[in-house]
C-alpha cells in the first residue's frame, strides 16, 4: 500500500507531484464545538512540513474489505516543534470520512497526502475577504493568523450559532472584521440566503483587494456572481467548492460535479 501510495504522490506533472505521503499517528480527539470535531495528528519527520495557509491533507480513509477512499480536510493548524497537524471537521451529514474521525482515538492510524492547494493569501494585496461555512472555517482562521500584522480583512463566516463560534489567535487584530452569520432557524446548511445578504451590507475597503470563498458548490457561484457585480475582476476572487448539498464527495475527495 505505502509504495502505491509513494508511486502516486511522485508522478510526474500530477496533481499531487508536490505533495508527500505521511503516515500519521493520532494524538488527540474531541468534539469541541457541536458541529466540529478536532484531530490532532503527528508523523515521523513531519516538521519537514511544507504548508502555506488554507493547505489541506487528503486522508486515506479506511474501509471495510480492505479499501480507501479519500476526504481532504484543511489544516487548522502545523506546529513544526511538536512536530502535530491540527484538522477540525464538519459533523453536517454522514459518510466515511465523518464517521471515521467520530470514532477517531488516540493511537489510530491513517495514511495521508499533502499538502495540497492553490487556495492561499495573496499577501500582494491592500485588503482580504474571508467567506465561508464551518467546512471552510478552518482554512480562513489559518489564513487570518497568517496575515502581516496591520493588514486589512472582512471575514463573513456562517455557522449554525454561536456555539460553533471560534476566534483567530493573533496579536493584531484591529484590521480583521469577523462577521458571524448564524442559521438558526432561518436557512439550512448550503444555502446562500445569509452570505447574499452579508455581502449587501458589506462596504468593501478602498485600493485592491482579494476574496476567498470556501463552502457548498452553489454557494461558492452565487457568491462569485454577486463579488462580480460587486466589481471585482475574476483575478480578485479564489474559490473553492466543499461540498456539494445532497451528494457525497467523488472517490478522490473532491465535491462530485454537476452532470
Not at 32 to 60: C, I, S, W
Not at 102 to 110: F, L, Y
Not at 121 to 144: C, K, Q, S, Y
Request: net charge negative.
Amino acid at each position: 500500500m505505502a509504495d502505491r501510495l509513494l508511486d502516486l504522490v511522485g508522478q510526474q506533472g500530477g496533481p499531487l507531484a508536490d505533495a508527500s505521503l505521511w503516515h500519521l499517528k493520532v494524538t488527540h480527539s474531541e468534539a469541541f464545538t457541536p458541529n466540529l470535531h478536532r484531530l490532532v495528528l503527528t508523523a515521523p519527520g513531519l516538521d519537514e512540513l511544507k504548508y502555506q495557509a488554507g493547505q489541506d491533507l487528503m486522508l486515506r480513509v479506511p474501509l471495510s474489505g480492505g479499501q480507501t477512499i479519500n476526504r481532504r480536510y484543511t489544516i487548522r493548524r502545523f506546529d513544526p516543534s511538536v512536530p502535530a497537524v491540527t484538522i477540525d471537521v464538519s459533523l453536517h451529514g454522514a459518510g466515511p470520512g465523518t464517521d471515521w474521525i467520530r470514532s477517531a482515538t488516540a493511537g489510530d492510524h491513517i495514511d495521508a497526502i499533502g499538502p495540497r492547494g492553490k487556495v492561499t493569501v495573496r499577501n500582494e494585496t491592500d485588503w482580504h475577504l474571508f467567506i465561508g461555512d464551518e467546512t471552510g472555517l478552518p482554512g480562513v482562521l489559518a489564513m487570518i493568523e497568517s496575515l502581516p500584522p496591520g493588514s486589512a480583512a472582512i471575514a463573513l463566516l456562517e455557522v449554525d450559532g454561536p456555539a460553533d463560534e471560534q476566534q483567530p489567535t493573533i496579536d493584531q487584530a484591529p484590521g480583521i472584521d469577523l462577521r458571524w452569520l448564524h442559521r438558526l432557524e432561518r436557512s439550512a446548511p448550503g444555502d446562500d440566503v445569509l452570505f447574499i445578504e452579508a455581502l449587501s451590507a458589506c462596504d468593501l475597503p478602498a485600493g485592491r483587494g482579494h476574496a476567498y470563498i470556501s463552502a457548498e458548490s452553489r454557494v461558492v457561484r452565487a457568491i462569485q456572481r454577486v463579488l462580480g457585480e460587486m466589481g471585482l475582476d475574476p483575478e480578485q476572487i479564489s474559490g473553492k467548492a466543499y461540498w456539494r448539498r445532497g451528494l457525497p464527495n467523488a472517490e478522490h475527495g473532491e465535491p462530485t460535479k454537476e452532470g
